[in-house]
């Protein structure tokens, strides 16, 4: 069974602390996506992680991908309020079809 | 974004009356999904398309179905409504690549 999980499901944070979403996926793929979406509104793309050991950053956000442990982390440091939002990670098992099976989401709020 | 319209955007509905969702994009994009969002279930991919007239079922087809006669338009339709249809539905698009996905703004559909 194709599965993607993430934890936790709802993080509570004070501003200026450090954090890390965890995303597992259930068998081999060596693509997988950050997006983030703001209460109400659609998805937009965070990072693209398209191999082993890949890193990207992106102000506060940095993101990394094992795909021996079928494991992404999303690694919030110093958290500011403008953070709050939900986070998916996304992961592509089907190799030429592009299926992408989706995370439950981790729903992030920074506290001021 | 503005490559990608879904309508309507808003729809109430009766159970076992017939509801198509349309995805138009002015994108050129060859990949176009469906998913719906539930809370607690994130993003679930209901069929997705990687070509005119080719499409494959996603995680949650049952009660779905779908029709992709040209690039820019990806229909989805529900036979007969049922109130667990009640969702947010979300089109996405993709090109080749590294494959990150668009979405559109969603369409909230309630089946009473």
């Known amino acids: 069974e194709l599965k993607v999980e993430q934890n936790p499901l709802f993080l509570s944070m004070q501003e200026g602390k450090n954090y890390t979403i965890y995303c597992n996926y259930s068998t081999t793929s060596d693509r997988l996506y950050w997006y983030r979406q703001d209460p109400g509104k659609s998805l937009e793309s965070l990072f693209v992680?398209?191999?082993?050991?890949a890193v990207k950053q992106e102000g506060r956000l940095m993101a990394s991908l094992d795909t021996k442990a079928r494991l992404s982390t999303l690694h919030i440091t110093a958290a500011v309020h403008d953070l709050s939002a939900t986070y998916f990670c996304a992961v592509d098992f089907s190799r030429g079809t592009y299926k992408y099976i989706f995370g439950t989401g981790t729903r992030l709020k920074v506290l001021a | 974004d503005a490559g990608i319209t879904q309508s309507p955007r808003h729809k109430v509905t009766e159970t076992g009356t017939p509801v198509t969702l349309r995805c138009h994009q002015t994108e050129n994009h060859r990949y176009m999904y469906w998913y719906r969002q539930d809370p607690g279930h994130g993003l679930r991919l209901i069929h997705y398309?990687?070509?005119?007239?080719?499409?494959d079922k996603g995680e949650v087809s049952d009660g779905y179905s779908v029709s992709r006669s040209k690039t820019e338009d990806f229909l989805l339709t529900l036979e007969s409504a049922t109130s667990s249809q009640t969702s947010v539905y979300f089109c996405?698009?993709?090109?080749?690549?590294?494959?990150?996905?668009?979405f559109g703004a969603g369409s909230r559909l309630t089946v009473l």
């Open positions: 992680l398209l191999s082993n050991g």
């Open positions: 996405a698009t993709a090109n080749s690549g590294a494959n990150v996905l668009t």
């Open positions: 398309s990687y070509g005119v007239k080719d499409t």
